[in-house]
């Protein structure tokens, strides 16, 4: 059995605020839970006692308080706090003092432009004149195509106030992905760039609003924020403002909509690389109970922290990241590359922020780990308290990476969830040890397990990710589904009742949880399932190897595995290479997992938020179509795979 690469101290524990919260539980329900895995167990067996002492530790804001605090506890179609009635905006902007709630950062190096509490609610009051002058309501949706600022908070803010529903997309997206989404829910106000800068690039995209916009008659007023030119053009930008003019009213403060638990709150879209994204809506108070779950308890983010995740608005932890504030704490907007100018980039604004909360993907891990990093030994990292890692399952080396060369006092968090459910199944515990390889736990009152091809719930296998019961940030509903059909096919026929996500995981048996990858991109040589995660901790540990994809090609009456490498410059995938990579994989797994073909690409497709797009390639060298190729943040990736020679043999 592995030992844990960090346990917490008794200053740690005794100071979380999920200690307090086990505390409370106690006090409230005459118990004596003890630990992460006593609260954990109790809050599946009563999920309705536990999120009625979740409301209370979060300190919701409601003007009604709940009937009652979960309805029909069946999956879909139960209901959680009717009759409350209350304001996602107003929960988050609870507080107006002269605390720093935003902080935003450029690329480019420009000084970091601060905005406090009252500020923000300034900013969003004023908003909220602009959007009702402009007849937004409640269930109207506001849209927008913007890099990772605070008007994009702002707008966010401003709309859930207003009881209207906000959806976004970042402005690298084409025109194609914008459309596949925005065309879907057509939205009245739209609040976009005139374009973005990435990696010291400057990219307009004003002739791809131009274009939106004769596609999406809805949109009544356009809203422009200079970030490539100060007073950008407005040509063919139907109704356009610049954002200044917008929010130029007169604002006593902002006043939020009261509306019952489960209203509309975001869109948010399934990644849409095979089909046409799903319109997944979510409500606002199972968003805020969620988050305020997973940033207070999980992550014990306090008012004192400084939070920041490498995200774009494009991406589910966009949404996360912003519910920060329901805590108080100061939330860090980072617009452009991790890599510009060079790796070292956000380690230096860790430094220079005090952040004690920073997020990340494995991509980016992995790729400090090949240059040579020592962000610990470089920057003052004292704040640093926990690092979060989501997007695709972390690495055994890239734990040990973490510890060595980041800090050794520190919480590593590999989180997983999805935009479905916009938050998280399993994540970090901060009472817990952090084992290498694994997630530490399931999510307080996540009901999830591991189902074998039986059906059957297994410890220490591979398994199905399912979740049995309830939990207040399901979707309330997919967009243009009035019958629920695509809602109930997208999660329910497998096991009737019962939340099939799609992944494929492992429950360890001191509860922590290993992830081997999408359960639709699982290869199956031979009949047995394999998870492609198992095969990319592997071969990406090698310093030849930048990036990998693998797949399984239908072959002879089975499936073959594939192996894509992308190799670091000046090096070769000649057969000492292949052999090596061979040679790594039955030796750190099994003779399975070997893959039949190993070929090296010149790119590797991800979406806009960095997942693999191990689909879509297997799609391509079966010679079916991708239809949604903008979806992708590097599209172009995909026409090395089309008709390769060396698959036909």
């Known amino acids: 059995m592995a030992n844990p690469l960090w346990t917490p101290s008794a200053e740690r524990v005794e100071t979380a605020r999920i200690t307090r919260f086990i505390q409370q539980v106690n006090e409230s329900r005459s118990l004596t839970l003890d630990s992460y895995d006593a609260l954990y167990d109790w809050s599946i067996e009563d999920p309705a006692a536990f999120w009625e002492e979740m409301w ?60 406090t509490y009252a500020e923000l609610a300034e900013q969003v009051a004023r908003m909220i004149v602009f959007l009702d002058d402009q007849g937004v ?24 106030a207003m009881g209207a529903i906000f959806s976004s997309c970042s402005p690298d997206f084409g025109l194609q992905g914008v459309l596949d989404r925005f065309g879907q829910i057509e939205p009245k106000v739209l609040v976009t760039s005139d374009g973005y800068t990435y990696n010291g690039k400057r990219y307009n995209i004003q002739k791809r609003v131009q274009e939106l916009l004769l596609e999406i008659y809805a949109i009544e007023r356009v809203v422009l924020v200079p970030v490539l030119h100060e007073t950008p053009s407005r040509a063919g930008l139907r109704g356009a403002l610049l954002w200044s003019e917008a929010i130029d009213r007169t604002a006593s403060g902002p006043k939020f909509a009261q509306l019952p638990f489960d209203y509309p709150l975001y869109i948010l879209y399934s990644s849409g690389t095979t089909a046409v994204p799903k319109c997944i809506v979510h409500g606002a108070g199972g968003t805020l109970l969620q988050h305020a779950k997973e940033l207070m308890l999980h992550t014990d983010v306090k008012r004192e922290d400084v939070v920041f995740y490498f995200t774009t608005c494009g991406w589910m932890t966009w ?29 230096k604004m860790t430094d220079d922020l005090g952040v004690t909360v920073f997020g990340t993907s494995p991509r980016f891990i992995t790729a400090c780990t090949k240059a040579g990093l020592q962000p610990g030994r470089e920057h003052d990292l004292s704040a640093l308290r926990t690092l979060l890692s989501t997007g695709a399952p972390l690495s055994v080396e890239n734990f040990q990476w973490v510890y060595d060369n980041v800090k050794s006092d520190l ?15 399993m994540l970090g515990s901060p009472i817990s040890p952090v084992y290498p390889g694994e ?58 009742g019962v939340w099939r996500h799609g992944d494929f995981i492992e429950i360890t048996e001191r509860g922590g949880v290993i992830v081997y990858g999408r359960s639709d991109a699982t290869l199956n040589p031979g009949g047995i399932r394999i998870g492609t995660a198992e095969i990319y901790r592997q071969v990406e540990a090698m310093d030849e190897v930048v990036d990998s994809l ?29 052999g090596r990579i061979r040679t790594r994989i039955r030796t750190r797994t099994t003779p399975r997992h070997v893959p039949a073909k190993v070929l090296e690409a010149p790119d590797i497709p991800h979406t806009i938020s960095g997942k693999k797009v191990e689909i879509a390639v297997t799609r391509i060298i079966h010679g079916e179509g991708v239809k949604n190729r903008d979806a992708l943040a590097n599209p172009s990736a995909l026409d090395f795979f089309g008709d390769l020679p060396s698959l036909r043999t």
Not at 81 to 110: C, K, M, Q, W
Not at 411 to 425: P, R, Y
Not at 442 to 463: I, Q, S, T
Request: with cysteine; glycine share 8%.
């Open 319 to 347: 949404n996360w990241l912003v519910s920060s504030l329901v805590a108080g704490a100061t939330v860090v907007l980072y617009d452009g590359s991790p890599s510009h100018p060079n790796l070292d980039t956000l380690w």
């Open 411 to 425: 919480q590593l968090s590999s989180i997983c969830g999805g935009t479905d459910i916009v938050s998280c199944f």
């Open 137 to 160: 309501g409640a269930g109207d949706r506001v849209a927008i195509l913007l890099p990772n600022r605070i008007e994009a908070v702002v707008t966010m803010l401003a709309t859930a």
């Open 439 to 496: 997630i530490q736990k399931r999510g307080l009152a996540m009901a999830v397990e591991a189902r074998d091809a039986a059906g059957n719930p297994v410890v220490g296998e591979k398994g199905e990710l399912v979740c049995t019961k309830p939990f207040p940030s399901m979707p309330v509903s997919f967009w243009n589904d009035p019958d629920g059909e695509k809602y109930q096919s997208a999660y329910f026929n497998h096991y009737p």
């Open 56 to 115: 209370k530790a979060a300190e919701v804001i409601a003007s009604r308080p709940p009937d009652a605090t979960l309805v029909n506890p069946a999956m879909p179609g139960s209901t959680w706090f009717p009759g409350a009635e209350l304001n996602f905006a107003e929960n988050l902007l609870r507080y107006r003092d002269d605390h720093t709630a935003l902080i935003f950062v450029h690329e480019s190096g420009a000084p970091p432009v601060r905005v």
């Open 550 to 578: 693998v797949i399984g090609q239908r072959w002879e009456d089975d499936t073959r595995i594939v192996l894509f490498v992308v190799l670091r410059e000046g090096i070769v995938l000649d057969e000492d290479l292949m």
